[in-house]
Nanobody, 126 residues
């Protein structure tokens, strides 16, 4: 069965950077959709970034565009989220999600992704 495991979260000061990783097992990511979502306490889960077919299609939430970069390494079945210029609004639990097909509407929704990791916490302090 497909398993997704996130790592790389932590606590940083505003303006700092983190790089999240999501390793997929039992799954080939080359032609898959992979997304990063985040959820803060008392808030809904929101899509942050999305990638399909080695970057042929990408999406970023407006709140992170220009600061975050999503990429994937198909050989390692891994998707990354490079997060720069972090601010306190970026705080939350970050989840990796995967689908076997391309998402055709944007922003992507949690229901578009049948496979999920358990999350990695990102905390940004001022």
């Amino acid at each position: 069965q497909v398993q997704l495991v996130e790592s790389g979260g932590g606590s940083v000061q505003a303006g700092g950077s983190l790089r999240l990783s999501c390793v997929a097992s039992g799954y080939t990511s080359n032609n898959a959709s992979l997304g990063w979502f985040r959820q803060a306490p008392e808030k809904e889960r929101e899509g942050v970034a999305y990638i399909y077919s080695r970057g042929e299609v990408t999406y970023y939430a407006r709140s992170v565009e220009g600061r975050f970069t999503i990429s994937q390494d198909n050989a390692k079945n891994t998707v990354y989220l490079q997060m720069n210029s972090l601010n306190t609004e970026d705080t939350g639990m970050y989840y990796c999600a995967a689908s076997g097909s391309m998402v055709t509407h944007f922003p992507p929704r949690p229901g578009d992704f049948p496979f999920w990791g358990q999350g990695t916490q990102v905390t940004v302090s001022s």
